[in-house]
């Protein structure tokens, strides 16, 4: 690995945040991690593991960590959020003052502002008042703990700054990571946040006992309401088709290493919303993005029925037998 002097700032030092971090600073990027424990930054500085994450995983010795946001912004190319997309808002609002005037943030987040119906790098620019063209966003079929044991991924960025595109891709493009380029930044938002209800779908199946016949049927028409929004609202079909629609979906509906997926397994296994939010623990963002994906939905007039019954089961409308039957009797329609 070779130094190449650019700094990045990953907030915070979660999972994806923490893989993230190790991915740059792979690239030879150095990375200062701000976390909000400082146990977990003083951890990850000294002992160069994050014990909250993954204790078995040695970080780079380029990667460091502190619980003062002046400090890890001081500097830095690359402002990397990862943090879950309902606290974007109020805790990027702090952190704004600190970022530099020619930081290119990257946006790591698959969420929909509840309310809003903001996508994260919208939340960041109306936040920050930091023109698009300096806001990429980072996404595709990226299970965290694969990549932080080495295992082979990719993923897209995309930007509407070609320039700042590819800066991003140098700040990250190690043996095992392979990112790929864009400009369709509403297509690879709405890929990533549509995935994780399509597998909160496909998890809620697999714990009610069907079987791959109706997993795949959920994947299938699943990205095609996916597409449906997301070319209503502006983004390119091919996109849907990439990793950070095609891609990500089938990664995330298809392991148990997927939150969403397992959160969608302990509804299906009959397990309350309240019991399966303590069993999953980590960032589930299917679960509160459902019903701002539905309000989109509903605001450009398309139709998203895997969504809709998901939302309904969510706010307790409807109970898995119903949804299950919401889904099939539903009229008989040609596929496209
Ligand atoms: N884990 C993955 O494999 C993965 C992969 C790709 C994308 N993502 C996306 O990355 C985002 C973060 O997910 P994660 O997996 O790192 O979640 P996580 O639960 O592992 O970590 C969330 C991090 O955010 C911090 N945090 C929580 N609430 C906060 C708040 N109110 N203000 C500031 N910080 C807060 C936590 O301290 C933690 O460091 C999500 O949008 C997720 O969809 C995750
Ligand atoms: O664990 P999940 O369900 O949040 O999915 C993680 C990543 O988004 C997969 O690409």
Not at 126 to 137: D, K, L, P, S, Y
Not at 277 to 293: L, M, N, R, Y
Not at 313 to 329: G, I, P, R, S
Request: aromatic share 2%; net charge neutral.
């Amino acid at each position: 690995m070779t130094q190449n002097r650019v700094r990045a700032a990953v907030f915070s030092a979660g999972s994806w945040g923490t893989a993230v971090g190790k991915i740059m600073a792979d690239a030879g990027t150095s990375v200062v991690m701000h976390a909000r424990r400082s146990e977990i930054a003083d951890a990850i500085t000294t002992t160069r593991r994050n014990p909250g994450y993954f204790p078995d995983i040695e970080l780079p010795h380029n990667l460091t960590a502190t619980t003062d946001p002046a400090a890890a912004l001081d500097g830095a190319d690359f402002l990397v959020l990862s943090i879950p997309a309902q606290s974007l808002r109020a805790s990027l609002a702090a952190w704004a003052p600190h970022i530099g005037t020619d930081t290119v943030i990257v946006s790591l987040m698959k969420g929909i502002e509840v309310g809003s119906g903001l996508r994260a790098s919208q939340v960041i620019t109306e936040v920050t008042g930091i023109g698009a063209e300096r806001v990429a966003v980072l996404s595709g079929p990226n299970l965290a703990r694969e990549i932080m044991n080495g295992q082979p991924a990719a993923a897209t960025i995309a930007c509407p700054d070609q320039d700042a595109t590819h800066r991003v891709q140098q700040a990250c493009h190690t043996s095992y990571f392979r990112p790929y380029t864009s400009t369709d930044v509403t297509g690879c938002e709405l890929g990533g946040a549509v995935k994780n209800v399509i597998a909160l779908a496909v998890g809620i199946a697999s714990g009610m006992g069907m079987g791959h016949n109706a997993q795949a049927m959920l994947i299938t028409r699943g990205l095609a309401e996916t597409t449906r929004l997301a070319v209503a609202m502006g983004a390119h079909p091919a996109t849907l088709a990439g990793l950070a629609g095609l891609g990500d979906l089938v990664a995330t509906c298809s392991s148990p290493l997927s939150r969403n997926r397992t959160f969608g397994t302990h509804l299906g296994q009959g397990l309350s919303i309240e019991q399966a939010t303590t069993a999953t623990k980590q960032t589930t963002e299917g679960v509160k993005s459902a019903e701002a994906i539905l309000a989109l939905a509903h605001a450009h007039r398309v139709e998203m029925p895997i969504t809709e019954v998901i939302s309904d089961l969510l706010h307790e409308k409807v109970t898995l037998d119903q949804a299950a039957a919401a889904l099939m009797q539903r009229p008989p329609k040609p596929e496209r």
